[in-house]
């Protein structure tokens, strides 16, 4: 069963850092690009955030999280993680991680993050 499987979310204030991580499982992680997205609050579109590539030889960011937000993997243990620096309010949203096997999108259940005074 192909599953995966978000932790780290939580509160935070301007300025602090989150790292969040996605466990994948039931199939070969090392050979697939892994993708984390976000959707704000009210109604908002599921936007990118970002994503690595298979080996992690490329990491690519929407402008808006660039030099802030890392994305790392680990194949030994099948986990993509998402390193956040330099929080912002509107940073606020729950984050998914995602994978694709050819025209299909595999979603995590999303981990919320908020960032707030």
């Known amino acids: 069963q192909v599953q995966l499987v978000e932790s780290g979310g939580g509160s935070v204030q301007p300025g602090g850092s989150l790292r969040l991580s996605c466990a994948a499982s039931?199939?070969?992680?090392?050979?697939?690009?892994m993708s984390w997205y976000r959707q704000a609050p009210g109604g908002k579109e599921r936007e990118f955030v970002g994503y690595i590539s298979k080996g992690g030889v490329r990491t690519q960011y929407t402008d808006s999280v660039s030099g802030r937000f890392t994305i790392s993997r680990d194949d030994v243990k099948n986990t993509v993680n998402l390193q956040m620096n330099s929080l912002k309010p509107e940073d606020t949203a729950v984050y998914y991680c995602k994978t694709r096997f050819g025209f299909s999108s595999i979603w995590g259940q999303g981990t919320q993050v908020t960032v707030s005074s």
């Open positions: 039931g199939f070969t992680f090392s050979q697939f690009d």
